[in-house]
């Protein structure tokens, strides 16, 4: 049978399920990576787990978001992350080292393998052949310890690209054009597959830019072959043999297909506060500038970056604008430093910064009061900067960089010639900040400072739920949202009662005392609940607070993995017109609820307030109901004897 790339790669990473779309599937992992601001986490669940050493091929501990050390928090996590990976045998990347996911597309990506990350844009990998898909970091932890992640088979997606890309069009562009089409939500329950040949024509760096950004579209994940451009970036990477084929079978069938004619787009910006809010950047209007931002897993590639180097040569970044450029990598920073780009982005004015993800999930850079910046990242949810009031657009580097120079979003269509970058024969790697962890059976001591705390575990479902609607939002609730992150509340990812005091705190800043006075309750939410990033913290903090269940009318695939880890329910409204039914602080009751969660597919929800029933979806394989009804995957676990290994 012909096959998609997908299809290929699963069917040799099956271990249960049938390959049909929407059916529950498990596959085998090959690879892992964990953040810090995550892997704090993931490490205390993978230690409760009881595994002398890791059962993957591979997996690589990566710190990169928690790098202001402006207390001894980010400093105690780093230690405990670095002992905690040397004892179980997991490569430790230091701080400086980069960002996860250019890190791992340079040093350990492999095409045809499984990665499993505890971040949203881990589908980077797939710009060169690799099933790479984001998920809570206690999925990755049982992954580390060798068992199985389990998803609901996507649907396959072709996305033809036809033609070629027009001078000053990038890959930021092309998935910008996607998501302007698509939607945030357009992507759920499906593998995005780049063919045509446009695919062909595409760099491994933009490649890996448009696959980093399918999360936002909400995809499981996103591929591009693996051909003779992957093969000489491995080679050039000084990992040739790594390499193996990759395509779709010829006149194999998809299950959708969207063409984009490449020659037809034009330099595109993402306007506040949403990545699919996209427009051209020449229809924009006059939009002046405080702050440009490059850099991020999204754009901070060498190609990146010395296309805005060959911009701003012998040119001045606007008086008005503070422009900060921060490498995605230590290997593209020591690139560009041995090119010479390095001195011409200083002497341009730029302001440089640390490798790692720094202004992207705010630790550093927030822009001035209701300050205007632009940036080549991914995500420009409200208030994610740090400034409540910014007003943040995304774009390609290549607008960033001309906008830098004129002060205010410029198509750079009107600027000139475009600059010519050629993928280097060899980049230059010394991996001196990665830490190999030593053979096993060493006396190791796992550091833990007073930053760690224990996180808290969930409990098996009573018999009868009730609680008050304490809180009801509408459509894309992100994560940032549910647990905000910035650089004053980043460093307590491992402390949970601390965090959760400022859960949903830029939608009601009064929810957390409301949910502890009350002993815990309900949350009722629109489309898309949870959208965004794989932070297991906004499933976590709403647990610590009593939150037993959120009724929403759809939710996004990692968070509502998220919320079953951690026991609590994630129920649908069976017709979508009842979330009108559901008033803030309204009484609710669902009755007899442990016998039904085990078989039922539809709960009935008292309102005890307007004495209206309505009916919720427990739509939930045999799995996710064993799960809730032993109270979170490590009780799961636990009971099960450990975890089967894969
Ligand atoms: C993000 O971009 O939102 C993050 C910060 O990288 C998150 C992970 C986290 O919250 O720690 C993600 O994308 O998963
Ligand atoms: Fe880091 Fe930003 Fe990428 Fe998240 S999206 S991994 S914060 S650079």
Redesign the pocket.
């Known amino acids: 049978m012909k096959q998609t790339m997908t299809a290929k790669i699963i069917s040799e990473h099956l271990v249960s399920g049938k390959m049909t779309a929407g059916e529950e599937i498990g596959i085998r992992i090959d690879q892992t990576l964990t953040?810090d601001s995550t892997g704090t986490m993931a490490y205390l669940q993978l230690e409760a787990m009881n595994i002398p050493r890791v059962k993957t091929k591979l997996s690589v501990a990566y710190i990169?978001?928690n790098t202001l050390q402006t207390g001894y928090e980010n400093a105690d996590d780093h230690l405990y992350i670095q002992t905690v990976a040397a004892k179980h045998g997991i490569v430790f990347s230091k701080p400086g080292n980069g960002?996860?996911?250019q890190v791992n597309l340079e040093r350990f990506g492999r095409p045809g393998w499984t990665l499993l990350g505890s971040?949203?844009?881990t589908p980077t990998g797939g710009g060169i052949g690799m099933l790479a898909i984001g998920a809570g970091g206690l999925d990755v932890a049982v992954a580390m310890a060798g068992g199985a992640y389990y998803l609901k088979m996507p649907k396959v997606c072709r996305v033809e690209l036809k033609g070629k890309l027009p001078a000053w069009v990038s890959g930021k562009d092309i998935i910008l054009e996607l998501l302007r089409r698509l939607t945030v939500k357009g992507g759920t329950g499906r593998v995005f597959e780049y063919t045509g040949e446009g695919a062909a024509s595409l760099s491994v760096p933009e490649r890996a830019t448009i696959t980093?950004m399918g999360a936002e579209l909400g995809a499981t994940t996103s591929l591009f072959a693996s051909d003779e451009k992957t093969r000489e970036f491995l080679a050039a990477q000084g990992r040739e043999d790594a390499w193996i084929p990759l395509a779709p079978d010829e006149g194999v069938v998809y299950d959708e297909t969207v063409v984009i004619d490449l020659s037809e787009l034009k330099p595109l910006v993402a306007k506040p506060h949403s990545p699919d809010n996209v427009s051209p950047a020449a229809e924009l209007g006059d939009i002046e500038l405080d702050q440009v931002a490059i850099?991020?897993?999204?754009n901070?590639s060498y190609l990146d970056l010395l296309k805005v180097a060959k911009i701003l040569e012998g040119k001045q970044v606007h008086p008005r604008v503070s422009l900060v450029i921060a490498p995605g990598s230590r290997q593209v920073l020591g690139m560009l430093s041995d090119c010479g780009a390095l001195s011409i982005l200083l002497r341009a004015g730029a302001r440089i910064l640390e490798c790692?993800?720094?202004p992207?999930?705010g630790m550093g850079q927030s822009p001035k009061s209701g300050g205007v910046s632009l940036r080549t990242?991914?995500?420009n949810f409200e208030g994610r900067s740090g400034t409540p009031d910014a007003k943040v657009y995304l774009a390609s580097p290549e607008v960033a960089a001309v906008s830098a120079i004129t002060g205010r979003i410029t198509d750079p269509y009107t600027y000139g010639e475009p600059p010519v970058v050629a993928m280097p024969q060899q980049f230059i790697s010394d991996d001196n900040l990665l830490v190999f962890p030593p053979e096993a059976g060493q006396a190791i001591t796992v550091v833990r400072g007073p930053n760690i705390k224990p996180f808290p575990l969930a409990k098996p479902p009573a018999e009868t739920l009730t609680g008050q609607a304490l809180l009801k939002v509408g459509d894309n609730i992100t994560t940032d949202h549910i647990m905000p992150s910035h650089a004053s509340l980043l460093p307590y990812r491992s402390n949970i009662p601390h965090l959760a005091r400022y859960c949903f705190s830029g939608v009601d800043a009064s929810f957390p005392e409301r949910a502890l006075a009350q002993g815990g309750g309900l949350i009722v939410a629109g489309n898309n609940y949870g959208q965004g990033?794989s932070r297991e913290h906004a499933a976590l903090a709403p647990l610590y607070l009593g939150i037993k269940a959120v009724i929403a009318q759809s939710f996004a695939r990692i968070h509502r993995a998220n919320l079953i880890n951690f026991g609590i329910l994630p129920l649908l409204f069976a017709d979508a017109a009842d979330y009108e039914g559901i008033h803030l602080d309204d009484k609710l009751e669902i009755g007899g609820l442990r016998s039904q969660l085990q078989t039922a597919d539809t709960l009935l929800v008292s309102n005890l307030t307007t004495g209206r029933e309505i009916a919720v979806k427990w739509e939930a394989t045999e799995r996710e109901r064993a799960i809730i009804l032993a109270g979170g995957l490590l009780n799961y676990t636990r009971n099960a004897g450990g975890v089967t290994h894969a």
């Open positions: 953040q990169d978001h960002i996860c996911h971040d949203s844009h980093n850099g991020s897993c999204t901070s790692a993800c720094g992207c999930i990242f991914n995500r990033s």
